[in-house]
């Protein structure tokens, strides 16, 4: 039998890089991406055994292939997928060039079409897919200036975790979307400025981590606000 192995894209910082070794910790094996080999090297030596990394930029198919190539050299198989990956543009309207609103859609929703293209072939049989998409991109919550194309790409993100689920249930794939509040990362620090956070990543792995093992086996095709509060 095949090992299974937790895919997880941006794990070279923030919350990515505190699930995959969150995951580690709890013993189970991961396969680490993101453009950083350096970064990626120093999460591997958190946990040498455990963790297998491929740098990777999501927005290259060329790149892409390494995954593909790595999963296929040691004939694994997929039993999470944590697509984790993202990217913010923080510019108001008048700012915003096609260019951004492009990056935004292909660095948070086409990254992740692609990257669920090429794995299918590789799922465990009831394997899980996570998306994180972002309570900036759940309908209804508080909005802020400068996060429109950042926030439509994470609300485009969640409907298309809802397809898959839909198209992929036969299969026996699960699909849900974590709509993350605001945990303290990089990424958060450039959409507010001087603001903190109330989560730190460590605590948010353990949720993302534990909800990526476990809550297929309770829910398929949901989009879950995972927030304190406001932002
Ligand atoms: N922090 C928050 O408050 C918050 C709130 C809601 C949602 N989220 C979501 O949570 C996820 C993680 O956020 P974070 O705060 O941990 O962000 P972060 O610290 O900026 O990390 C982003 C990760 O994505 C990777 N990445 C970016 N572009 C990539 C590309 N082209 N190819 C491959 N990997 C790429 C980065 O690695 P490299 O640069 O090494 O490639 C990095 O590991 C994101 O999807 C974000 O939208 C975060």
């Not at 060329?62 to 697509?83: C, T």
């Not at 209804?140 to 439509?152: D, E, R």
Request: charged share 20%; proline share 4%; with cysteine.
């Amino acid at each position: 039998m095949s090992k299974k192995i937790v895919l997880i894209t941006g794990a070279s910082r923030g919350i990515g890089h505190a699930t995959a070794r969150y995951l580690a910790g709890q013993k189970h094996q991961v396969l680490a991406t993101a453009r950083s080999q350096q970064l990626l090297d120093e999460l591997k030596a958190t946990h040498p055994k455990r963790i297998e990394t491929v740098a990777c930029d999501l927005l290259d198919a060329a790149s892409l292939q390494k995954i593909i190539d790595h999963i296929r050299d040691r004939n694994v198989e997929i039993s999470a997928l944590i697509h984790n990956a993202g990217g913010l543009v923080n510019k108001p309207l008048r700012d915003l060039t096609d260019q951004d609103w492009n990056a935004m859609w292909n660095m948070n929703v086409l990254s992740a079409v692609r990257l669920l293209r090429a794995m299918l072939p590789f799922f465990a049989k009831k394997a899980h897919i996570v998306t994180i998409g972002s309570m900036g991109g759940f309908q209804g919550s508080s909005k802020y200036p400068g996060l429109s194309a950042y926030s439509t790409s994470k609300g485009a993100l969640s409907i298309w975790s809802e397809c898959m689920a839909a198209e992929l249930k036969n299969d026996g794939i699960s699909v849900n979307c974590l709509c993350l509040g605001a945990v303290q990362t990089e990424m958060f620090s450039s959409a507010f400025p001087g603001m903190k956070a109330p989560v730190k990543p460590d605590e948010m792995a353990e949720f993302v981590g534990d909800f990526a093992l476990k809550a297929h086996n309770f829910m398929n095709g949901k989009v879950i606000p995972v927030a304190l509060g406001d932002p």
